[in-house]
């Protein structure tokens, strides 16, 4: 396919901070937000080479990212991006982390891409043009068993998100042993679009945590909604994707009752 060019300079900056990441690796400088979570120089430096990049060559667009915050230019088109998500896992030397670079046009999104700096995998999606790892086409799994699904979390850190995630993982841990929380949601969306896993959900999101992940998963044929199964954009404070049959058999758990509820819509602390 031809990349557009918001596409191919996209996919260029993610890798580019995903090189400046992995230099960084076991040696960035870490220090803690005022609601405990942690941010590092490499993941500042990270974000302002992305924002470079695309600003050079889309003066107009917004910005939004997890570190610099919303610089609106009163732009139809958003990028979204979290330069390094999996923070807490790059600083335990984990690899799993991933560069997430997002792009929304009036609140819905149309493109995404998630470089994985240490296999060296991109995944990208433009609205309508399908899913792709490294440039070969990809799709969610077919698996429908909620038993025998693997199916991972995460979670903001709000109350609400935590006591509702702690209630859906008792409830699907009861009947499946392999449900597991790994810690970078876009990389997490990516492997439910090519079907190394088969469903993500995630209360408490933010749009640069999920955004480019969730457009991956849509073109890839799969479901992606909140978890009130209304359609994920923008403004979604929360996210469930997975193929549809098995989408449908996660809304319906979700719905039993019993489970813990937001009584409020403020986004999840980040």
């Given at each position: 396919?031809r990349?557009?060019?918001?596409?191919?300079?996209?996919?260029?900056?993610?890798?580019?901070?995903?090189?400046?990441?992995?230099?960084?690796y076991?040696?960035?400088?870490?220090?803690?937000?005022?609601?405990?979570?942690?941010?590092?120089?490499?993941?500042?430096?990270?974000?302002?080479?992305?924002?470079?990049a695309l600003?050079?060559?889309?003066?107009?667009?917004?910005?939004?990212?997890?570190?610099?915050?919303?610089?609106d230019?009163g732009?139809?088109?958003?990028?979204?991006?979290?330069?390094?998500?999996g923070?807490?896992?790059?600083v335990?030397?984990?690899?799993?982390?991933?560069?997430s670079?997002?792009?929304?046009?009036?609140?819905?999104?149309?493109?995404?891409?998630?470089?994985?700096?240490?296999?060296?995998?991109?995944?990208y999606?433009?609205?309508?043009e399908?899913?792709?790892?490294?440039?070969?086409?990809?799709?969610?799994?077919?698996?429908?068993?909620?038993?025998?699904?693997?199916?991972?979390?995460?979670?903001?850190?709000?109350?609400?998100?935590?006591?509702?995630?702690?209630?859906?993982?008792?409830?699907?841990?009861?009947?499946?042993?392999?449900?597991?929380?790994?810690?970078?949601?876009?990389?997490?969306?990516?492997?439910?679009?090519?079907g190394?896993t088969?469903?993500?959900?995630?209360?408490?999101a933010n749009?640069?945590?999920?955004?480019?992940?969730?457009?991956?998963?849509?073109?890839?044929g799969?479901?992606?909604?909140?978890?009130q199964?209304?359609?994920?954009?923008?403004?979604s404070?929360?996210i469930?994707?997975?193929?549809?049959d098995?989408?449908?058999?996660?809304?319906?758990?979700?719905?039993?009752?019993?489970?813990?509820?937001?009584t409020?819509?403020?986004?999840?602390?980040?």
């Amino acid at each position: 396919m031809r990349k557009s060019d918001e596409l191919a300079v996209a996919i260029e900056a993610a890798k580019k901070a995903g090189k400046a990441l992995l230099g960084d690796y076991g040696e960035a400088v870490v220090r803690y937000k005022a609601d405990g979570s942690v941010v590092t120089s490499a993941d500042t430096r990270a974000e302002a080479m992305i924002r470079k990049a695309l600003a050079r060559s889309f003066p107009s667009y917004s910005f939004i990212g997890e570190e610099s915050g919303f610089d609106d230019k009163g732009s139809d088109f958003i990028w979204m991006v979290d330069p390094l998500d999996g923070t807490t896992n790059f600083v335990m030397k984990n690899p799993f982390f991933a560069v997430s670079i997002g792009l929304a046009y009036r609140k819905r999104v149309v493109m995404g891409v998630v470089h994985y700096p240490f296999q060296n995998e991109t995944f990208y999606a433009t609205r309508g043009e399908g899913a792709h790892l490294n440039d070969k086409p990809i799709k969610a799994s077919r698996r429908s068993n909620l038993e025998t699904s693997v199916i991972t979390f995460c979670h903001g850190r709000d109350r609400y998100s935590v006591a509702q995630i702690i209630d859906l993982f008792r409830r699907l841990k009861s009947m499946n042993d392999k449900v597991r929380q790994v810690g970078a949601a876009s990389l997490e969306l990516c492997y439910v679009a090519c079907g190394r896993t088969d469903c993500f959900l995630m209360p408490g999101a933010n749009p640069w945590d999920v955004a480019a992940g969730a457009v991956i998963v849509r073109e890839a044929g799969g479901k992606v909604s909140d978890l009130q199964n209304r359609p994920f954009n923008t403004k979604s404070k929360s996210i469930l994707a997975a193929n549809r049959d098995l989408h449908r058999k996660m809304l319906a758990l979700l719905q039993k009752p019993g489970l813990a509820r937001p009584t409020s819509d403020r986004p999840a602390a980040t």
